[in-house]
């Protein structure tokens, strides 16, 4: 009876302590959506399967929204997950980048070369 008890006591205390706050959990998934997002990017993943994944962000977003957190527990979580928020937000910012400017050059590639028409520049009449 003593093992059961303290068996769940200890199984009560990783479960509180271990998995951390909803809000933990939800930013936790925001940070490998952005990873996700990012990895789907840079292998040149479909138009669609990276909406979906921006989609799952935006909804991650708004659950962390709706939980309406304290201004003490918003700093707090800042403060604990603000190096992986900044380096996930980097790499999805870069690839994001990377993806325009590819897609700039494609299109500066196939535009066709613009010749600039000749206009006959009038003659200055001589005295």
Do not use: F, H
């Not at 769940?8 to 509180?16: H, K, N």
């Not at 997002?37 to 799952?56: F, N, V, W």
């Amino acid at each position: 009876m003593k093992r059961t008890c303290l068996g769940l006591a200890l199984l009560t205390l990783a479960a509180v302590v271990g998995c951390g706050s909803r809000a933990e959990s939800l930013l936790e998934k925001q940070i490998a959506g952005m990873n996700k997002t990012a990895d789907a990017i840079e292998a040149g993943a479909s138009e669609a399967e990276i909406k979906k994944l921006t989609d799952e962000l935006a909804k991650t977003g708004e659950a962390l929204d709706a939980l309406k957190l304290s201004d003490a527990e918003k700093k707090a979580l800042i403060e604990k997950y603000k190096d992986q928020v900044e380096k996930a937000s980097r790499r999805l910012t870069e690839a994001m980048m990377k993806k325009a400017t590819g897609a700039m050059g494609d299109m500066m590639k196939n535009m066709p070369q613009m010749q600039m028409p000749q206009i006959p520049m009038p003659q200055m009449p001589t005295p």
